[in-house]
């Protein structure tokens, strides 16, 4: 009998891409030192559009509601002979946007916190690395395009 960890299976997961007056939310782990899309695993049973809006709230809080507007950016990545993920990068807006600086991942006790970055700004440790000029040139052109494949 194979182990759990001997299963191969894919992790669909979603992040979440949430501008407001030119910025980007992330989060930031400081135990690794970079930045990332806020999201996470998709649960089994769950649409997309529901580990959204779940991501946000445990990520930001209770009082957090993210409404998704589309997938821009399908991205799957494989690390190891064990770990196939693919990634929903999901554009979308917040019924709220003050409140959420510094606010801490309280499954990652202290080391995960959400930040604004300046989009015109974004860090050379925000990943993946190769979304930045993709997302700052398609945010230049109003997000016309959906369900881009990054590969």
């Known amino acids: 009998m194979k182990s759990k960890e001997d299963i191969k299976r894919i992790k669909p997961r979603v992040r979440l891409i949430i501008i407001h007056n030119g910025k980007l939310l ?13 999201g996470g695993k998709i649960e089994f049973g769950e649409t997309i559009a ?17 409404e998704m507007d589309r997938i821009l950016y399908i991205r ?6 064990n770990e196939h993920n693919i ?8 019924n709220k946007y003050s409140g959420i600086e510094g606010k801490i991942d309280p499954e990652f ?3 995960h916190t959400q930040k604004w970055l ?15 000029k993709t997302l700052i040139e398609d945010l230049k052109n109003g ?3 959906s369900g881009v494949y990054l590969g």
């Open 109 to 111: 006790s202290d080391s």
């Open 76 to 81: 799957d990545y494989i690390i190891g002979e």
């Open 50 to 66: 529901e580990a959204c809006k779940r991501e946000i709230k445990e990520e930001c809080g209770d009082d957090y509601i993210f």
């Open 143 to 145: 997000f016309t395009k």
């Open 26 to 38: 992330v989060t930031y782990t400081s135990k690794e030192d970079f930045f990332f899309y806020i």
């Open 118 to 132: 300046d989009i015109n700004h974004l860090p050379k440790n925000l990943f993946p690395k190769f979304l930045t």
């Open 87 to 94: 990634e929903f990068y999901i554009l979308g807006t917040l």
